[in-house]
């Protein structure tokens, strides 16, 4: 099945269950596989899964996952003829993709200059713009000094949201709710802007306070065509990390639902975007107004809802597109079926304000079922390292509507446990009982700003039941910006 332009063996340059599976997806493919790890993650599952594994470094993903020169060399070393990137570590960094380029490597994914065009604020918002894509009202471009910001502050109206240019994870964003505190808030953003980016210019966007996070999952064959996908919800998220996702949308009908598709169509193809992307955008559930945030250049965790409604796999279809086969129009155009909830189960403390929770799994219990699908790469024994991301599984549930998804949510999640650490597990079951979420009045601020969730307290298993508290307030603007 190979093409004369393919590859046959590649590099999974990631961990956790993301490498796990694309490991598993390009054995299905016929392709070999390659392995890399970290001297802490000698031992996990992708490791012994592929067909051959090297140490690229210590603990500290510095050092090891995100060193490009020693991934590249790894490939190039054990006959790689391609690299996949997976979500997180190195999936959006336009540099390590010019590099694979330039030692004949392909990599999976859409082009150095995608990812760069996306990867600016500026330059995202001003290309969504020139195609006819709407945007959130702000300023024209990022600004470096204070005299200029505030020019195009008194034009762009409060309450305002300042963004790094080249910001990421909620660094270099602040809420300004009137003129009087933005001199301080700009000159605050700017400094960590600069010290984390080495990029200091600020971009400045109209606030709004209470909106649902909606994204379009796409796929490019980097030559003008693509295909779209029906939304996903992201709405339940704290600081900028999202939480719980599900398709389609409780507050989406068909009309706004075309209307999103046909948005993130025109970004997609105006850019010959190549592989998996989604498009970001908020929406005011009470107007309908929908206004692209941004574009993400690689596949997302919660790519998983899709697959459970659509039938396709997309981590095959990235390496088919890499592998010049072009889109599977026929599968790619089916219409999504019923609807799927993925929760992310975390290694965090939630009854202690989400704090990161590591150590060793000393039980492992997982749930199964009609509907049910768990992506994971941990086990019994196994230590949850505190250099990486918490998430140690996604339980993805599928219903034939929401209610029957989140009747089978309740019973996995109550099936679900987890020893030896404490996990997101207990949240996600009392999510499932409160109001705002089954009658859908969630928004991406509310877990800061309305829910009540459990005070600190003792350390329980996740099966206990919980009592409701207040977390620690936070501001979580409208963009979500994480692995």
């Known amino acids: 099945m190979n093409l004369e332009t393919g590859f046959d063996r590649v590099l999974i340059a990631n961990r956790g269950e993301i490498a796990l599976r694309a490991v598993r997806v390009c054995r ?39 060193n490009a020169a020693a991934l590249v060399h790894v490939a190039l070393e054990t006959g790689c003829g391609a690299i996949y990137p997976g979500y997180g570590f190195l999936a959006e960094n336009a540099e390590f993709a010019e590099l694979c380029a330039a030692n004949g490597l392909k990599f999976i994914g859409p082009s150095a200059e995608a990812i760069r065009t996306m990867g600016d604020k500026s330059r995202a918002r001003e290309t969504a713009e020139g195609l006819g894509v709407p945007v959130v009202p702000g300023s024209p471009r990022a600004y470096d000094t204070l005299a200029e910001a505030e020019e195009a502050a008194a034009a762009v109206g409060y309450p305002m949201l300042l963004k790094a240019r080249s910001g990421g994870g909620g660094r270099g964003m602040r809420i300004v709710e009137s ?35 909606i994204e379009v999952q796409v796929l490019g064959d980097g ?27 409780p507050v989406v009908g068909a009309s706004l639902r075309q209307r999103l598709k046909e948005a993130a ?16 955008f908020i929406l005011d559930p009470a107007t309908q107004e929908f206004f692209f945030i941004e574009m993400n250049t690689r596949i997302q965790v919660e790519h998983t809802v899709t697959e459970e409604r659509i039938g396709l796999d997309l981590i095959a279809a990235q390496i088919r597109i890499a592998r010049g086969e072009g889109l599977d129009e026929a599968a790619a155009a089916a219409a999504g079926q019923g609807h799927a909830i993925e929760y992310r189960i975390n290694a965090e403390d939630w009854q202690r304000d989400f704090q990161p929770a590591p150590g060793e799994l000393t039980g492992w219990r997982v749930p199964a079922g009609p509907g049910l699908r768990l992506d994971a790469a941990s086990c019994r024994g196994q230590r949850v390292s505190p250099f990486y991301d918490s998430m140690i599984a996604k339980l993805i549930v599928h219903g034939a509507d929401r209610e029957q998804a989140i009747a089978r949510s309740r019973a996995a999640l109550a099936g679900f446990g987890v020893e030896g650490v404490a996990t997101t597990i207990g949240f996600h079951r009392m999510l499932l009982e409160h109001d705002d979420f089954l009658a859908n009045r969630v928004h991406t601020r509310w877990i800061e700003t309305e829910l009540n969730a459990p005070p600190a307290a003792p350390e329980a298993s996740d099966d206990a039941p919980e009592t409701p508290g207040r977390p620690a307030p936070a501001a979580t603007p409208q963009e979500t910006e994480q692995a």
Do not use: M, N, W
Request: aromatic fraction near 8%; proline fraction near 3%.
């Open 28 to 66: 299905a493919l016929g392709l070999q596989t390659v392995a890399v790890h970290s001297a802490a993650d000698a031992a996990q599952p992708h490791v012994f899964a592929a067909d051959r594994a090297v140490c690229v470094g210590p603990a500290a993903a510095q050092r090891s996952y995100l």
């Open 179 to 213: 003129a009087d505190g933005f001199a301080r808030a700009f000159s605050d953003a700017h400094r960590e802007a600069e010290a984390a980016f080495d990029d200091g210019a600020i971009y400045l966007e109209r606030f709004f306070a209470k909106v649902r996070h």
């Open 265 to 280: 169509g025109k970004l997609t193809r105006g850019i010959r975007y190549e592989g998996a992307g989604t498009l970001e």
């Open 223 to 249: 030559a003008g065509g693509s295909v779209e996908f029906d939304e996903r919800d992201c709405s339940v998220q704290r600081r900028h990390q999202k939480l719980v996702e599900e398709s389609p949308s």
